[in-house]
């Protein structure tokens, strides 16, 4: 999957939210090989909702993923972080704890932070650390504050499952503009905020997973829809007897 990187341009595919979600992870994987993509990069949240955890983290691994932690991937392995989560997701972090091999808990519980790979600063939450904070519970000052003291100038946040973009330009105010299908230059004098939407638990309308591919020589973001087979997923979330509310929502509107 990952092809030897021949200059400093970096084609990054940047996965948020796969939730354990196998169909649609092997979907976006299948189409980040077809675009070529460098590097395989990932807000967090690799388990939680989804079906296949273990499988998920065990493609995660083979396929040399770089992610770091999300809050459903740290509260596998501390239960009493699941006070923080609705009450209809304890229960299924226990699902998904029985599911999980050693290794891949091991593999969950030494995720970091944040990190910063391609040009990119990637956090699940919000910045620099957080993996609790939404975005949506920021005001768009604090938002323009905390960019202002990056030195990071791309960072792509996870854990809404929406897509969101924030532009700060130099001497103006923070502006939110519009993300959706296909390509966006990302100028290099203004400071981005990235909501990178989810690749297996979308929240948009559009139950088609989604992920990014930056091209950090051409400072390009597209937005990529993935197809896969959703009722599968579907029907393997309720014979394990996850919350109905899990497969609901990949019954998408807009289909």
Known sequence: MVRLLKSIEVKAA?????HANLQAF????????????DLLLSTGDIV????????????????GLKSVMGNHDYAINNIAAEKYFNPHVQPALAITRRL??????????????????????????????SFKTYLF?????????????M???IIVVGHTHELVHYKLSRGKEIVSLPLGKGKVF???????????????????GDYRAKYLLWDSGSRELEVRFCEYPVED???????????????????????
């Open 48 to 63: 939680g909702y989804g079906p296949n955890p273990e499988e998920v983290v065990s493609l995660a691994r083979s396929v």
């Open 14 to 18: 940047i996965l948020s939210d796969i």
């Open 137 to 149: 519970m920021v005001p768009s000052r604090g938002i323009a504050r905390v960019l202002s003291s």
């Open 151 to 153: 030195k990071q100038d």
């Open 186 to 204: 990302l100028e290099p004098d203004a400071k981005h905020l990235i909501n990178a939407g989810s690749v297996g638990q979308p929240r948009d």
């Open 100 to 129: 999980l091999s050693d290794a891949s808990l091991d593999f969950l519980a030494k995720l970091p932070p944040n990190m910063e790979k391609a040009g990119v600063f990637l956090v699940h939450g919000f910045p620099p650390a």
């Open 233 to 255: 997923v579907v029907r393997k979330i309720l014979e394990l007897g996850l919350p109905e509310t899990y497969a609901q929502r990949l019954f998408a509107r807009n289909r």
């Open 26 to 37: 092997e979907a976006c994987l299948r189409d980040a090989e077809a675009m070529k993509a």
